[in-house]
């Protein structure tokens, strides 16, 4: 590792790890207003996790990331870089296992009432946040009120909580009423990341909700009010993040575990190749190029770690914008790509998707229908609708500078021309696509999005990417509005039987298939090229939180 951070910035700073692929997960205000970083030395920020003194002893990892930490704060974020800082930062009341099953976490016990519409928790009485303050059940009730107030982020999970009504029952109990039945509503519970109410409210600023001024927003935009595994070291948002193990953590830390972790962001496949040879880097992303990989996988320090996930890479088609508003056209373009090219040569070890949900649930349906590479059926499509060669352009957008979407977007080009269809490609900052999808007629005809469930249920797909009450985000691009749907949907969320429930999410995929809103590219196998001495990543089934740093270790 580098001598010390300011040498590490310098060197860091000189290969351009400022060149970004996007604010993601921003509202209109944009978090980024509210200041550039921070670097903690006291406060909810601070740490036992050691300094830069005697770095040359301390246990450090650092990877990199492809995409900014828009926000940190736990009640906004939404991607995969600002649910790493918030997992880590903060503990969630209940965490998702290797299976996507729920486990007790900030919460030890529960029950549920006979009409499944309160739940009742008990809570941990040893949790400390990093400011030393303990953590109660006035804290979970502080931040459930902060997540509906503001609105943000995951709010919408949330909307069922008949908040009026959540009552403190005792310091560690909490009582949490529902307005009515919500079947997934504990696997929801992972998004609810607990604050520190008592340094939140010391730290709120003038605002819009009254006696909590702005519910701490300014503050916890760029600092850390948790409880998590590790606090915030320093933060500076357009060129990345690190963390200092919190040495009082409640759970037991493994022995070798990492002391402080940073995250860079890095866009450039030649520079990480650079920085992992070096033993600069320890980890890369999970969106390297194939020939990152392959070529790390030749160092002898390094291998490079595959896991099947949950997460799919869609090309979302626009509903809502003519040309793709035809269905017939979504449905030709979904016959003219080459799945099996994406799989095998762009990004080998990838599997095939068969819908818009991954096999690894139970409730997947194997029998939606799944387009195949067949342009002579997409030129027939096109003809039987009225169309002919040159009548139809579109616009695709991807993350730019990133050397998968890329070759991905160039393979989709040429497979859409072959067909008579013009696509031009439009690469973006990913900060740039979240403002366009928020928006159908700013929204792209297609879009290239990796999306897996930020919650362990299909739930979280059908609801996210679909469900046209939700509200228009980067998981939402096709802007689907389907009343046979939507019903569906809502019948799954209130009916508690598994298996009648996950009879419901097969019906749902059927339906969404049908109208081919997703070109569905494949299903990821998320790669990391690792240092030899970085051990214990573990996989789950929600959104990043498999970068709960706490597991890795060096050896």
Not at 30 to 58: C, I, L, V, W, Y
Not at 106 to 123: G, I, K, P, R
Not at 500 to 513: C, G, H, K, S, T
Request: with cysteine.
């Amino acid at each position: 590792m580098f001598e010390n951070e300011k040498t590490r910035r310098r060197v860091l700073q000189g290969i351009g790890t400022a060149g970004v692929a996007g604010l993601a997960g921003c509202s209109a205000e944009d978090p980024e207003s509210s200041g550039g970083g921070t670097s903690n030395d006291g406060g909810g920020g601070s740490s036992d996790g050691g300094s830069d003194d005697g770095s040359e002893d301390r246990r450090d990892l650092a990877m990199n990331a492809v995409q900014r930490f828009g926000t940190i704060d736990p009640a906004r974020g939404t991607d995969y870089t600002q649910v790493m800082a918030m997992v880590n930062l903060y503990d969630p009341l209940v965490f998702p296992n290797e299976d996507g099953e729920i486990e007790p976490h900030v919460a030890e016990d529960w029950s549920v009432s006979d009409d499944n519409q309160t739940y009742t928790f008990t809570l941990r009485d040893d949790i400390q946040f990093h400011s030393g303050n303990q953590l109660t059940a006035e804290d979970v009730q502080y931040s459930l009120e902060r997540l509906l107030a503001i609105n943000e982020g995951y709010a919408s999970q949330f909307s069922v909580v008949d908040i009026d009504n959540v009552a403190v029952t005792g310091e560690y109990e909490i009582e949490i009423p529902l307005t009515e039945v919500h079947a997934p509503f504990m696997d929801v519970l992972v998004l609810l990341f607990i604050v520190d109410s008592q340094l939140a409210q010391e730290n709120a600023a003038d605002g819009d909700f009254g006696d909590n001024g702005d519910y701490g927003m300014e503050y916890l935009n760029n600092d850390d009010a948790g409880s998590g595994p590790y606090s915030l070291n320093d933060f500076e948002r357009g060129s990345g993040i690190s963390f200092n193990l919190f040495e009082d953590y409640w759970a037991d830390i493994p022995e070798n575990a990492y002391e402080r972790v940073y995250v860079d962001i890095i866009e450039t496949d030649s520079t990480v190749r650079t920085l992992m040879r070096n033993e600069e880097l320890h980890m890369t992303s999970q969106y390297q190029s194939e020939e990152t990989y392959s070529t790390l996988a030749e160092e002898d320090h390094i291998r490079v770690n595959s896991t099947p996930t949950a997460t799919l890479l869609h090309f979302k088609l626009n509903t809502q914008r003519a040309p793709t508003d035809d269905v017939e056209v979504r449905k030709a373009i979904a016959h003219a790509f080459d799945y099996e090219t994406a799989r095998t040569e762009v990004a080998p070890g990838s599997e095939k998707a068969v819908g818009p949900v991954a096999p690894v649930f139970g409730a997947h349906n194997s029998d939606v229908p799944q387009p195949t590479y067949d342009p002579e059926r997409a030129r027939e499509i096109l003809e039987n609708a009225g169309y002919s060669e040159g009548d139809i352009q579109i616009e695709h957008t991807f993350v730019r500078e990133t050397d998968l979407q890329e070759q991905l977007a160039l393979l989709y080009q040429q497979n859409l021309n072959e067909v008579g269809i013009e696509v031009e490609l439009n690469p973006q900052t990913w900060g740039t696509m979240t403002d366009m999808a928020t928006d159908p007629e700013q929204t792209s005809h297609s879009n290239n999005v990796f999306y897996g469930p930020v919650y362990p249920s299909v739930d979280a797909y059908l609801v996210n990417e679909y469900y046209s009450e939700s509200a228009s985000t980067w998981m939402s691009m096709s802007h689907l509005e389907d009343d046979e749907l939507d019903s569906i949907i809502e019948e799954s969320r209130s009916t508690v039987d598994p298996e009648a429930r996950a009879d419901l999410y097969r019906e749902a995929q059927q339906r969404i298939a049908e109208q081919y809103t997703d070109v569905f590219v494949f299903v990821d196998t998320k790669k990391h090229a690792m240092n030899e001495e970085v051990q214990g990543y573990t996989y789950r089934p929600s959104m990043s939180f498999d970068y709960w740093f706490r597991d890795l270790t060096q050896e």
